[in-house]
Protein backbone atom coordinates (compact mmCIF):
# COMPACT_ATOMS: atom_id res chain seq x y z
CA UNK A 1 0.00 0.00 0.00
CA UNK A 2 1.67 3.26 -0.81
CA UNK A 3 1.94 6.36 1.52
CA UNK A 4 -0.91 8.11 -0.11
CA UNK A 5 -3.31 5.13 0.27
CA UNK A 6 -2.58 4.59 4.20
CA UNK A 7 -2.89 8.66 4.28
CA UNK A 8 -6.26 8.16 3.37
CA UNK A 9 -7.41 5.74 5.71
CA UNK A 10 -5.49 7.53 8.55
CA UNK A 11 -7.54 10.59 7.57
CA UNK A 12 -11.02 8.90 7.60
CA UNK A 13 -10.03 7.73 11.03
CA UNK A 14 -9.59 11.78 11.91
CA UNK A 15 -5.69 10.92 12.04
CA UNK A 16 -2.18 11.80 10.24
CA UNK A 17 -0.09 8.65 9.30
CA UNK A 18 2.73 8.32 11.93
CA UNK A 19 6.13 8.62 11.13
CA UNK A 20 8.46 5.85 11.66
CA UNK A 21 9.78 5.82 15.08
CA UNK A 22 14.02 5.62 14.74
CA UNK A 23 15.14 2.75 17.33
CA UNK A 24 19.07 3.41 17.34
CA UNK A 25 21.35 1.96 19.94
CA UNK A 26 24.45 4.11 21.48
CA UNK A 27 27.52 3.16 20.40
CA UNK A 28 29.31 0.44 21.89
CA UNK A 29 32.80 0.60 23.66
CA UNK A 30 35.44 -0.53 21.13
CA UNK A 31 36.70 -3.69 22.22
CA UNK A 32 40.27 -4.44 22.03
CA UNK A 33 41.30 -5.82 19.07
CA UNK A 34 38.08 -5.01 17.25
CA UNK A 35 40.51 -2.51 15.57
CA UNK A 36 43.47 -2.81 13.92
CA UNK A 37 44.64 0.52 13.19
CA UNK A 38 44.96 2.90 15.87
CA UNK A 39 43.50 5.89 13.26
CA UNK A 40 40.44 3.73 13.14
CA UNK A 41 40.09 2.77 16.76
CA UNK A 42 40.44 6.91 17.39
CA UNK A 43 38.47 7.91 14.62
CA UNK A 44 35.51 5.52 16.74
CA UNK A 45 36.43 7.47 19.39
CA UNK A 46 35.56 10.58 17.97
CA UNK A 47 32.11 9.01 16.51
CA UNK A 48 31.37 8.27 19.93
CA UNK A 49 32.28 12.15 21.68
CA UNK A 50 29.89 13.22 18.56
CA UNK A 51 27.24 11.09 19.23
CA UNK A 52 27.20 12.37 22.99
CA UNK A 53 27.15 16.14 21.75
CA UNK A 54 24.57 15.73 19.15
CA UNK A 55 22.02 14.71 21.93
CA UNK A 56 21.37 17.55 22.69
CA UNK A 57 20.07 18.30 19.19
CA UNK A 58 17.72 15.59 18.42
CA UNK A 59 17.37 12.17 17.07
CA UNK A 60 18.35 12.90 13.55
CA UNK A 61 21.79 14.23 14.58
CA UNK A 62 22.00 11.40 17.08
CA UNK A 63 21.38 8.50 14.17
CA UNK A 64 24.00 10.39 11.74
CA UNK A 65 26.56 10.13 14.53
CA UNK A 66 25.86 6.63 14.79
CA UNK A 67 25.75 5.83 11.08
CA UNK A 68 29.31 7.00 10.67
CA UNK A 69 30.34 4.94 14.09
CA UNK A 70 28.57 1.77 13.09
CA UNK A 71 29.67 2.22 9.79
CA UNK A 72 33.46 1.83 11.36
CA UNK A 73 32.50 -1.03 13.76
CA UNK A 74 30.73 -3.27 11.03
CA UNK A 75 33.16 -2.81 8.75
CA UNK A 76 33.76 -6.24 6.68
CA UNK A 77 37.16 -5.11 5.72
CA UNK A 78 40.23 -3.22 6.70
CA UNK A 79 40.46 -1.61 2.71
CA UNK A 80 36.31 -0.15 3.82
CA UNK A 81 37.28 1.00 7.55
CA UNK A 82 40.42 2.56 6.33
CA UNK A 83 38.26 4.45 3.62
CA UNK A 84 35.00 5.24 5.96
CA UNK A 85 38.21 6.46 8.57
CA UNK A 86 39.85 8.71 6.10
CA UNK A 87 36.37 10.21 5.25
CA UNK A 88 35.44 10.83 9.00
CA UNK A 89 38.76 12.69 9.37
CA UNK A 90 38.38 14.90 5.57
CA UNK A 91 35.53 16.75 8.02
CA UNK A 92 38.34 17.88 10.52
CA UNK A 93 35.35 17.61 12.91
CA UNK A 94 33.13 19.82 11.42
CA UNK A 95 29.33 18.83 12.38
CA UNK A 96 27.95 20.03 9.38
CA UNK A 97 29.99 17.86 6.94
CA UNK A 98 29.80 15.03 9.16
CA UNK A 99 26.49 15.03 9.02
CA UNK A 100 26.79 15.41 4.97
CA UNK A 101 29.29 12.69 5.39
CA UNK A 102 26.31 10.45 7.48
CA UNK A 103 23.69 11.57 4.53
CA UNK A 104 25.99 10.30 2.19
CA UNK A 105 26.63 6.58 3.22
CA UNK A 106 22.32 6.51 4.20
CA UNK A 107 20.99 7.58 0.62
CA UNK A 108 23.89 6.07 -1.41
CA UNK A 109 25.31 2.88 0.31
CA UNK A 110 22.99 1.51 3.33
CA UNK A 111 19.56 2.89 1.12
CA UNK A 112 21.50 0.65 -2.30
CA UNK A 113 20.83 -2.45 -0.07
CA UNK A 114 17.59 -1.68 1.59
CA UNK A 115 15.34 -2.26 -1.00
CA UNK A 116 11.95 -0.42 -0.84
CA UNK A 117 8.85 -1.81 -0.57
CA UNK A 118 5.77 0.30 -0.89
CA UNK A 119 4.99 0.07 -4.31
CA UNK A 120 3.96 -2.99 -6.48
CA UNK A 121 6.31 -4.77 -7.79
CA UNK A 122 7.50 -4.55 -11.17
CA UNK A 123 6.78 -8.16 -12.66
CA UNK A 124 10.22 -9.05 -13.19
CA UNK A 125 9.88 -9.87 -9.14
CA UNK A 126 7.70 -12.51 -9.69
CA UNK A 127 8.15 -15.84 -11.72
CA UNK A 128 6.50 -16.00 -14.95
CA UNK A 129 5.79 -18.37 -17.70
CA UNK A 130 8.61 -16.97 -19.65
CA UNK A 131 10.87 -17.52 -16.63
CA UNK A 132 9.44 -21.21 -16.52
CA UNK A 133 9.92 -22.13 -20.40
CA UNK A 134 13.49 -21.02 -19.98
CA UNK A 135 14.05 -22.86 -16.85
CA UNK A 136 12.75 -26.38 -18.49
CA UNK A 137 15.39 -25.20 -21.44
CA UNK A 138 18.11 -24.90 -18.66
CA UNK A 139 17.63 -27.52 -17.40
CA UNK A 140 17.08 -30.06 -20.44
CA UNK A 141 19.63 -28.65 -22.88
CA UNK A 142 22.56 -27.43 -19.73
CA UNK A 143 23.82 -24.49 -21.23
CA UNK A 144 26.68 -23.19 -20.29
CA UNK A 145 27.12 -19.40 -20.92
CA UNK A 146 26.14 -16.11 -18.80
CA UNK A 147 22.72 -15.52 -18.64
CA UNK A 148 21.49 -12.68 -20.85
CA UNK A 149 18.29 -11.50 -18.83
CA UNK A 150 16.96 -11.80 -15.71
CA UNK A 151 14.63 -14.90 -16.59
CA UNK A 152 17.59 -16.96 -17.44
CA UNK A 153 19.36 -15.71 -14.02
CA UNK A 154 16.58 -16.71 -12.38
CA UNK A 155 17.17 -20.22 -14.35
CA UNK A 156 20.65 -20.84 -13.66
CA UNK A 157 20.26 -19.72 -10.22
CA UNK A 158 17.19 -22.05 -9.04
CA UNK A 159 19.81 -25.28 -10.90
CA UNK A 160 22.54 -24.19 -8.73
CA UNK A 161 20.57 -23.84 -5.41
CA UNK A 162 18.60 -27.24 -6.49
CA UNK A 163 15.38 -25.61 -6.94
CA UNK A 164 15.46 -24.97 -2.78
CA UNK A 165 15.06 -21.64 -0.82
CA UNK A 166 18.39 -22.39 1.41
CA UNK A 167 16.59 -20.37 4.45
CA UNK A 168 13.68 -22.40 4.79
CA UNK A 169 14.37 -25.55 2.81
CA UNK A 170 10.76 -25.16 0.70
CA UNK A 171 11.08 -26.47 -2.79
CA UNK A 172 9.91 -24.44 -5.84
CA UNK A 173 6.86 -25.39 -7.10
CA UNK A 174 8.51 -26.74 -10.58
CA UNK A 175 10.14 -29.42 -8.77
CA UNK A 176 6.55 -31.48 -8.16
CA UNK A 177 5.95 -30.46 -12.30
CA UNK A 178 9.52 -32.60 -13.16
CA UNK A 179 8.72 -35.25 -10.56
CA UNK A 180 12.01 -34.42 -9.60
CA UNK A 181 12.23 -34.37 -5.86
CA UNK A 182 11.48 -37.38 -3.29
CA UNK A 183 7.60 -36.74 -2.50
CA UNK A 184 8.56 -37.19 1.22
CA UNK A 185 11.22 -34.41 1.34
CA UNK A 186 8.28 -32.62 -0.54
CA UNK A 187 5.86 -32.93 2.14
CA UNK A 188 8.82 -32.39 5.34
CA UNK A 189 9.82 -28.90 3.84
CA UNK A 190 6.76 -28.34 1.47
CA UNK A 191 6.77 -25.82 -2.12
CA UNK A 192 6.43 -22.56 -2.51
CA UNK A 193 7.07 -19.91 -5.58
CA UNK A 194 10.20 -19.11 -5.47
CA UNK A 195 12.22 -15.86 -6.55
CA UNK A 196 15.59 -14.97 -7.28
CA UNK A 197 17.02 -12.05 -5.12
CA UNK A 198 19.84 -9.92 -6.02
CA UNK A 199 22.34 -9.33 -3.43
CA UNK A 200 22.75 -5.90 -4.38
CA UNK A 201 19.98 -4.28 -6.83
CA UNK A 202 20.41 -4.47 -10.77
CA UNK A 203 18.35 -1.06 -10.56
CA UNK A 204 21.93 0.38 -9.18
CA UNK A 205 24.02 -1.46 -12.32
CA UNK A 206 21.65 -1.83 -15.35
CA UNK A 207 19.91 0.28 -17.86
CA UNK A 208 19.89 3.61 -16.16
CA UNK A 209 19.17 6.82 -17.43
CA UNK A 210 18.59 10.44 -15.97
CA UNK A 211 18.82 10.95 -12.32
CA UNK A 212 18.54 7.09 -11.81
CA UNK A 213 21.70 7.06 -13.29
CA UNK A 214 23.31 9.55 -11.00
CA UNK A 215 22.09 7.85 -7.89
CA UNK A 216 23.96 4.76 -9.78
CA UNK A 217 26.98 6.35 -10.03
CA UNK A 218 26.90 7.91 -6.80
CA UNK A 219 26.70 4.12 -5.32
CA UNK A 220 29.23 2.58 -7.33
CA UNK A 221 31.53 5.53 -6.20
CA UNK A 222 31.03 4.79 -2.81
CA UNK A 223 31.30 0.67 -3.60
CA UNK A 224 35.08 1.03 -5.36
CA UNK A 225 36.13 3.53 -2.40
CA UNK A 226 35.21 0.49 0.03
CA UNK A 227 37.68 -1.81 -2.48
CA UNK A 228 34.61 -3.35 -4.16
CA UNK A 229 34.92 -4.22 -7.76
CA UNK A 230 32.40 -3.16 -9.23
CA UNK A 231 33.42 -4.43 -13.06
CA UNK A 232 32.19 -7.78 -11.63
CA UNK A 233 28.69 -6.55 -11.89
CA UNK A 234 29.01 -3.96 -14.79
CA UNK A 235 25.99 -4.36 -17.47
CA UNK A 236 24.08 -7.22 -17.57
CA UNK A 237 26.61 -8.93 -14.96
CA UNK A 238 24.74 -7.73 -12.29
CA UNK A 239 22.77 -10.68 -13.39
CA UNK A 240 25.89 -13.11 -12.55
CA UNK A 241 25.02 -16.08 -10.03
CA UNK A 242 27.73 -14.15 -7.55
CA UNK A 243 25.00 -12.08 -7.04
CA UNK A 244 21.82 -13.94 -7.02
CA UNK A 245 20.29 -15.81 -4.15
CA UNK A 246 17.10 -18.24 -4.61
CA UNK A 247 14.71 -17.44 -1.68
CA UNK A 248 11.01 -18.02 -1.00
CA UNK A 249 8.71 -14.50 -0.75
CA UNK A 250 9.17 -13.87 2.97
CA UNK A 251 12.66 -14.37 3.20
CA UNK A 252 12.93 -12.54 0.16
CA UNK A 253 11.23 -9.20 1.82
CA UNK A 254 13.00 -9.90 5.18
CA UNK A 255 16.28 -9.83 3.44
CA UNK A 256 15.77 -6.64 1.29
CA UNK A 257 14.51 -5.15 3.97
CA UNK A 258 17.70 -5.95 5.94
CA UNK A 259 15.52 -7.48 8.49
CA UNK A 260 17.68 -10.97 8.07
CA UNK A 261 21.36 -11.09 6.97
CA UNK A 262 23.82 -13.72 6.88
CA UNK A 263 27.05 -13.99 8.68
CA UNK A 264 29.75 -16.13 7.59
CA UNK A 265 30.97 -18.44 9.80
CA UNK A 266 32.86 -20.83 7.80
CA UNK A 267 33.69 -21.17 3.60
CA UNK A 268 30.43 -20.54 1.73
CA UNK A 269 28.95 -21.02 5.22
CA UNK A 270 26.11 -18.41 6.71
CA UNK A 271 24.46 -18.17 9.87
CA UNK A 272 21.52 -16.47 9.44
CA UNK A 273 20.89 -13.69 11.72
CA UNK A 274 17.68 -11.63 12.81
CA UNK A 275 16.87 -8.20 15.13
CA UNK A 276 13.34 -9.22 16.35
CA UNK A 277 12.45 -12.63 17.68
CA UNK A 278 9.23 -12.02 15.67
CA UNK A 279 11.27 -12.04 12.37
CA UNK A 280 10.79 -16.03 12.38
CA UNK A 281 13.85 -17.99 10.19
CA UNK A 282 14.93 -21.70 10.60
CA UNK A 283 17.60 -21.72 12.89
CA UNK A 284 19.96 -23.83 10.96
CA UNK A 285 23.05 -22.68 9.17
CA UNK A 286 23.32 -21.92 5.75
CA UNK A 287 25.78 -23.53 3.17
CA UNK A 288 26.19 -22.77 -0.52
CA UNK A 289 26.99 -24.76 -2.91
CA UNK A 290 27.79 -25.92 -6.62
CA UNK A 291 29.09 -28.61 -8.93
CA UNK A 292 30.31 -26.42 -11.41
CA UNK A 293 32.07 -23.78 -10.15
CA UNK A 294 32.78 -21.99 -13.27
CA UNK A 295 29.28 -22.05 -14.77
CA UNK A 296 27.00 -21.89 -11.61
CA UNK A 297 29.71 -19.27 -9.26
CA UNK A 298 28.34 -19.32 -5.18
CA UNK A 299 27.13 -15.86 -3.97
CA UNK A 300 29.72 -13.14 -3.72
CA UNK A 301 30.85 -13.93 0.30
CA UNK A 302 31.89 -9.70 -0.36
CA UNK A 303 28.53 -8.97 -1.34
CA UNK A 304 26.94 -10.84 1.39
CA UNK A 305 29.32 -8.84 4.18
CA UNK A 306 27.96 -6.02 2.48
CA UNK A 307 24.49 -6.35 2.99
CA UNK A 308 25.22 -7.63 6.46
CA UNK A 309 27.10 -4.51 7.30
CA UNK A 310 24.11 -2.21 5.74
CA UNK A 311 21.89 -4.20 7.97
CA UNK A 312 23.88 -3.76 11.13
CA UNK A 313 24.13 -0.34 10.82
CA UNK A 314 20.67 0.46 9.52
CA UNK A 315 19.34 -1.41 12.30
CA UNK A 316 21.69 -0.20 15.30
CA UNK A 317 22.44 3.36 14.21
CA UNK A 318 17.97 3.97 13.87
CA UNK A 319 18.55 5.07 10.12
CA UNK A 320 16.32 2.33 9.01
CA UNK A 321 13.21 4.38 9.53
CA UNK A 322 14.52 7.75 8.38
CA UNK A 323 15.47 5.78 5.24
CA UNK A 324 11.80 4.63 4.82
CA UNK A 325 10.13 7.83 5.28
CA UNK A 326 12.36 8.79 2.36
CA UNK A 327 11.39 6.27 -0.02
CA UNK A 328 7.68 7.16 0.94
CA UNK A 329 8.16 10.82 0.26
CA UNK A 330 10.22 10.08 -2.97
CA UNK A 331 7.06 7.84 -3.76
CA UNK A 332 5.19 10.58 -3.75
CA UNK A 333 6.97 12.79 -5.68
CA UNK A 334 6.92 10.99 -8.55
CA UNK A 335 10.50 11.40 -8.63
CA UNK A 336 13.24 9.41 -10.69
CA UNK A 337 11.37 9.68 -13.58
CA UNK A 338 13.78 7.85 -16.45
CA UNK A 339 13.63 10.87 -18.99
CA UNK A 340 15.68 12.85 -15.91
CA UNK A 341 13.14 15.31 -15.76
CA UNK A 342 12.98 14.84 -11.92
CA UNK A 343 16.87 15.83 -11.42
CA UNK A 344 15.73 19.39 -9.87
CA UNK A 345 13.13 17.55 -6.85
CA UNK A 346 16.09 14.79 -6.15
CA UNK A 347 18.49 18.12 -6.13
CA UNK A 348 17.49 19.20 -3.05
CA UNK A 349 15.94 15.93 -1.36
CA UNK A 350 18.39 13.35 -2.22
CA UNK A 351 21.61 15.56 -2.74
CA UNK A 352 22.06 13.95 -5.82
CA UNK A 353 26.05 13.41 -6.97
CA UNK A 354 26.01 13.60 -10.70
CA UNK A 355 29.70 15.26 -10.50
CA UNK A 356 30.13 13.50 -6.91
CA UNK A 357 30.25 17.19 -5.00
CA UNK A 358 32.00 15.52 -2.02
CA UNK A 359 35.09 15.20 -3.34
CA UNK A 360 36.74 15.78 0.08
CA UNK A 361 35.14 12.01 0.51
CA UNK A 362 36.24 10.43 -2.91
CA UNK A 363 39.38 11.59 -2.94
CA UNK A 364 40.37 10.12 0.45
CA UNK A 365 39.14 6.76 -0.95
Not at 111 to 126: D, E, I, L, V
Not at 211 to 232: C, H, N, P
Request: charged share 25%; hydrophobic share 35%.
Amino acid sequence: MSRKALETVWKNKGKSIPKSEPQGQPLPDASVGHFRSDTSRSTYELCRRWETAAQQYGDKKLMQARVLGYMLYYSPTDAARAAITRSILSCNDNDEQLSELAELYQKFFIRCFRKYKGRTPTSQSHPSRHSFDVMKNVIFSKLKQAPENYSEARAHALLRDGFRDPFTGKYDYLVEQFDAVDPELLLEFGCASLQVAHIIPDSTYFRLVGAKKDYASSVLAILRQFGYDTEKLNGVKVHSLYNLITMSLDMHDAFDQLRIYLEEIGTNTYRVKKFKQTQMVPGHDIKFSTDDPEFYPVPDRELIALHAMCAKVAHMSGAGAYIEDFDRDIEDLGVFADNGGSADVLSPALAVIADFPYKHYVAVG
